[in-house]
């Protein structure tokens, strides 16, 4: 017991110790470790999207202190970004649509405007599926098929309404001039559990992210009818966009990162240099790669001018599809 | 199935560093899974930075083996101090304590890992030869069946309290109240969350488990702490008896398929699983009695079941890219960073990657049974361990666990309020697997109802429109029915006796 104290003791000698020789001195910014908050818990999306940056930022030896991810899940993201808030320019989070749509919905008090934009950093896109057998071949025959009966074709989305998924066919509906509040809609807990019920056969149709549905596509054990990007997706090419489709839509998923507020020009130049370099690197493109992300970088002051479109946007959305009244 | 492909997985898998990762991720896995509040899922998650720098095929031999072998770990706080580990361990609960309590411990801790062995054993050769079907079959379970299959759980818990009935459907009902907290899926609506943004998700079940069992049972014990006997328990031997196996071969082997066939429907898991098998061990036993006082084939059923139900739920992963469970999920995120992705195209366009995981499945569980047999001897001490030292020790790692669930302060609170909780229930004496498994398979069962009603228009009769669902009927039916049937069977072979004795008197 008394050489575990010892041990102990030691430990705790050396912490104090390092941590006073990184605080010290008038050095530029940054001047001690940096902290990088996922959102989220570990394993998921926004966990997986702090520990690439850290990752990259170190391996490629872009960040020279130390990088920590910290996981804060809860509230979609409100326990995470109310942490956020109350620390100072060394520490960022990942952020994502959600930061728009939580206040739009009513479900937090935070806005984006509390938050400094750093970066825009990927994007994935939306797609809408059906079962192989289906008998609808493209999303022109699906939405016609929605406008003569809404009730009539249940969709799948998940987890929750209002996030990108939901409101990406909300933003197809209305361009199609259907109430979008008029749609049938499951609700599943998550993006596999939606997938499987469109196996299965439980739902019509289903809109989720492109990487959950790419190689059931691919082994043709379903059919996309659509994306929600501006080109056909590489590997995907017989898949039509909305555009091609004659409805005028783009819907990225992005993720980005964000700093608390009041953070100096300085600071916000610091990761715009940074954030520039890295994502030109080839690890990232891998991490891109692997992800099914597509590179969607903008610096500070493009993410800014963005994150306001954004939220125009989202905000039309929420009241069109009558989450909100 | 294609040879080939077999055999070139199994080449990958037996190579020295892949068995290196099969034995530490099994030994971790153990580890975790025995430790109140960490689970698998925080073990793989844990893991993620370390399996960045790996070959994809080793990260995935390594996460499946920290997954199979918490299911090996979480049954032994179950025996040895009546605190699950995990959902999976609750009906290790059952009669695995109360064998410890007769002085079992080693008899116990032995036959449920030889079950899990066994279990496992079935599951992995059922992979082999069944994954695309029953991949397939999982399928057919829309909202309806998976609502019958949850309610055919509930109704096993049910069935179970004989005796304290009233007090084990109080208990139900409680759990499915609390499962109720959190944001609602289908409406997006906040239900009793009482403005707290960490309450939107629901009520952690693992921070109920530790609440009501660990912390309520330190709590229980230091009500009678003083009047504990300082006599030195006995442990009993550590292997179990001929007539320990005999009663439980059957039980295990049937309970093995059982587990394997739940685990791989994507949601369901090796709670549903065990329960299931304990339930319907304790319907067909001619000990019915005997179970929950410590009868062997009680332990062994369930153990045999969760563990193949680890190994059913790798199926949806691999076939379909869809994670069946909480684990699963964190290895699908793990994996998809290293480059691997699951899903259809995986056996066609990687197989040996497939096959080198199932073929290290088998090694595995190999490895286990020896880890934990291994580990007996020394797990039993644990029953040597004075209270003033134990039970301290137990209150740390629940507060631990409860921390890395979601690394929130507010956690400690519920696991408080949670304990007291449980202390209350011991007290007047309501059984508290009631509350944890209704909790468990509260929310899922709830959305799934309420989906199920939406997709045909309100009308109930969607949950007899097909061949499943029919059979879950059925089946949820008789598991309430039966104990009455048998009652009544009894009570007429007794009358007819009695007839027999009167005409023989006369």
Not at chain 2, 283 to 298: D, L, P
Request: charged share 20%.
């Amino acid at each position: 017991m008394r050489k575990l104290a010892f041990v102990s003791l030691l430990l705790l000698t050396f912490i104090i110790t390092g941590c006073s020789g990184n605080a010290s001195g008038t050095q530029e910014y940054p001047k001690k470790n940096i902290e990088f908050v996922a959102p989220a818990s570990p394993g998921g999306g926004w966990d997986l999207t702090a520990r690439s940056l850290e990752k990259v930022l170190t391996d490629e030896k872009l960040v020279k202190e130390n990088i920590n991810v910290v996981n804060k899940p809860g509230g979609g993201g409100e326990v995470g970004w109310k942490y956020l808030k109350s620390k100072d320019a060394h520490t960022l989070a990942v952020n994502s649509s959600l930061v728009l749509t939580n206040n739009l919905l009513g479900q937090s008090e935070l806005t984006h405007k509390q938050f400094t934009p750093i970066a825009t950093l990927a994007t994935e896109w939306q797609a809408l599926a059906v079962p192989a057998d289906s008998k609808f071949k493209s999303a022109t025959e699906f939405m016609e098929a929605i406008k003569k009966d809404p009730s009539k074709i249940k969709i799948g989305v998940g987890p929750g309404l209002g996030n990108d998924d939901h409101l990406s066919i909300v933003q197809a509906a209305s361009e199609y001039d259907i109430n979008p509040s008029k749609l049938n809609f499951l609700v599943y807990q998550g993006g596999g559990d939606v997938v499987t019920a469109l196996l299965g056969g439980h739902v019509d149709a289903v809109t989720t992210s492109l990487s959950e549905v790419k190689d059931q596509h691919l082994a043709g054990k379903l059919r996309i009818l659509a994306v929600s990007s501006d080109k056909p997706v590489e590997g995907l090419e017989d898949v039509p966009t909305w555009k091609e489709e004659g409805i005028d839509l783009v819907f990225p998923h992005w993720r980005g990162i964000m700093g608390p507020p009041d953070m100096t020009e300085a600071e916000i130049a610091y990761w715009d240099k940074k954030l520039s370099k890295m994502v030109e690197t080839e690890q990232w493109k891998k991490v891109l790669e692997n992800n099914d992300w597509e590179g969607f970088y903008k610096n500070s002051e493009e993410t800014k001018k963005f994150m306001k479109e954004q939220h125009d946007l989202y905000q039309r959305l929420v009241q069109e599809s009558g989450l909100v009244k | 199935m294609d040879i080939s492909s077999f055999l070139d997985g199994l080449s990958i898998a037996v190579q020295p560093i892949n068995i290196l990762w099969i034995i530490v991720g099994g030994f971790l896995g153990t580890i975790v899974g025995m430790l109140p509040g960490l689970g698998p899922a925080t073990a793989v998650a844990v893991l993620i930075p370390v399996t960045f720098g790996m070959n994809p095929v080793s990260a995935i031999i390594l996460m499946a083996a920290i997954y199979y072998g918490a299911m090996y770990g979480g049954s032994r706080s179950s025996i040895l101090l009546n605190t699950p580990g995990d959902g999976s361990a609750i009906a290790a609960t059952f009669d695995g304590y109360p064998m410890a309590k007769k002085g079992q411990a080693g008899e116990a801790l032995a036959i449920s890992a030889v079950a899990s062995f066994i279990g496992g054993l079935i599951a992995v050769v059922g992979f082999i030869f069944l994954a695309e079907p029953l991949a397939n079959f999982a399928l057919k379970f829309g909202p309806a069946e998976y609502f019958l299959l949850m309610l055919l759980t509930l109704s096993a818990i049910v069935a179970l309290s004989i005796g304290k009935m009233v007090k084990g459907f109080l208990a139900m009902m409680v759990g499915l109240a609390l499962s109720t907290v959190g944001i609602d899926t289908q409406t997006g609506v906040y239900r009793f969350t009482m403005d707290i943004p960490h309450l939107s998700e629901g009520i952690d079940f693992l921070i109920v488990i530790i609440g009501v069992y660990a912390i309520g049972e330190v709590l229980y014990n230091f009500l009678n702490i003083d009047k504990q006997k300082k006599e030195k328990k006995k442990v009993g031997k550590v292997w179990f008896t001929k007539e320990q196996w005999k009663r439980s071969k059957w039980p295990i082997l049937r309970s093995g398929p059982l587990g394997f066939i739940i685990g791989v429907l994507p949601g369901a898991g090796g709670s549903i699983a065990s329960m299931i098998s304990y339930t319907s061990e304790k319907q067909i036993s001619k000990r019915t009695e005997e179970f929950g006082e410590g009868a062997v084939e009680g332990l062994a059923a369930p153990e045999s079941s969760n563990n193949a139900a680890s190994v059913g739920a790798m199926i949806p992963l691999l076939t379909m890219g869809i994670p069946g469970s909480g684990t699963t999920a964190v290895m699908l995120g793990a994996l998809i960073m290293l480059g691997l992705r699951p899903g259809p195209l995986l056996f066609e366009q990687q197989p040996e990657t497939a096959w080198a995981l199932i073929n290290s499945m088998f090694i595995g569980n190999l490895a286990l049974v020896i880890i934990n047999i291994a580990l007996v001897g020394l797990l039993v001490k644990i029953l040597d361990t004075p209270a003033k030292v134990l039970y301290p020790i137990i209150v740390l790692l629940a507060f631990i666990g409860t921390y890395t669930l979601s690394y929130s302060v507010i956690d400690f609170f519920l696991l408080l309020i949670f304990g007291l909780f449980g202390l209350m229930m011991k007290v007047m004496d309501i059984p508290i697997a009631p509350l944890v498994l209704a909790l468990i398979v509260g929310t899922d069962m709830e959305q799934n109802f309420r989906m199920a009603v939406l997709s045909s228009n309100g009308s109930l009769g969607v949950f007899f429109s097909s061949g499943v669902s029919i059979g879950l009927v059925i089946l949820t039916v008789l598991s309430l029915c039966y104990p009455l049937i048998v009652k009544l069977a009894k009570r007429k072979k007794n009358m007819s006796e009695d007839e027999d004795q009167v005409y023989k008197s006369s």
